[in-house]
């Protein structure tokens, strides 16, 4: 039962323009979502986050916007550059503190 | 710190054998996780633990899945006996209390059984 989906396996920008990755999730008890970005050979390290009382967080070049009605997050890395090619995963908790991930979405941002 | 520590990094085996991955968590932290990376499902959850008890293994595939964590320091997942379909990359987190700043992942353990 995959409560949070990734849809798109890849997505390809250049280097400069936005990238905008999509999760969305099912499980309406879910409180606080999280991005994590994984290199090959690495575990995943924690990007951004979001709590449900929020519609959007911003850090720096990266914004994950929150839409609880559609169950809907997505992330924003505005410019993108080389060094952000990784794959993202999405990530959703309910308070019992129990994380679910995505299958996450291979990001390549050419020079 | 040294943030989590996971071993082996690689680790090659035979159908059947038994598998043992470790792994040591940050100090301090209270809860431990062990995830499975896949191609086709992504990272699953298998089992995780609250001061070294286990809180929720519905993830666990089968009862050839192990896990155990006797202290505050160390956790070990293991498969008996492994099969082909077993291999993936398994990945132990740690974090302390509310998700402020998400999960510590380790490196994680790359099982392939052939």
């Known amino acids: 039962d995959q409560q949070v989906k990734q849809n798109s396996p890849s997505l390809s920008v250049q280097e400069g323009r936005i990238s905008i990755l999509n999760c969305d999730y099912t499980?309406?008890?879910?409180?606080?979502f999280l991005w994590y970005k994984k290199y090959p050979a690495e575990g995943p390290t924690f990007l951004i986050s979001i709590s449900s009382i929020k519609d959007k967080n911003e850090d720096g070049r990266f914004t994950v916007f929150l839409n609880k009605s559609a169950k809907h997050l997505s992330l924003h890395i505005v410019p993108s550059q080389p060094g952000d090619s990784a794959v993202y995963f999405c990530a959703a908790s309910a308070q019992n503190n129990d994380m679910r991930f995505g299958a996450g979405t291979r990001l390549t941002v050419k020079p | 710190d040294a943030g989590v520590i996971q071993s082996p990094r690689h680790e090659v085996t035979e159908m059947g054998q038994e598998v043992t991955l470790r792994c040591k968590p940050i100090s301090g932290h209270d809860y431990l996780f062990w995830y499975r990376q896949t191609m086709m499902r992504g990272l699953e959850l298998l089992i995780y633990?609250?001061?070294?008890?286990?809180?929720?293994d519905s993830g666990m595939p089968e009862d050839r899945f192990s896990a155990k964590m006797p202290n505050a320091s160390f956790s070990t997942l293991k498969i008996q006996p492994s099969e082909p379909r077993d291999s993936a990359v398994y990945f132990c987190?740690?974090?302390?209390?509310?998700?402020?700043?998400?999960?510590?992942f380790g490196s994680g353990t790359r099982l392939t059984v052939v």
């Open positions: 633990f609250n001061n070294n008890v286990p809180i929720d």
């Open positions: 987190a740690s974090s302390f209390g509310v998700l402020d700043y998400g999960y510590t």
């Open positions: 499980n309406s008890m879910f409180d606080y």
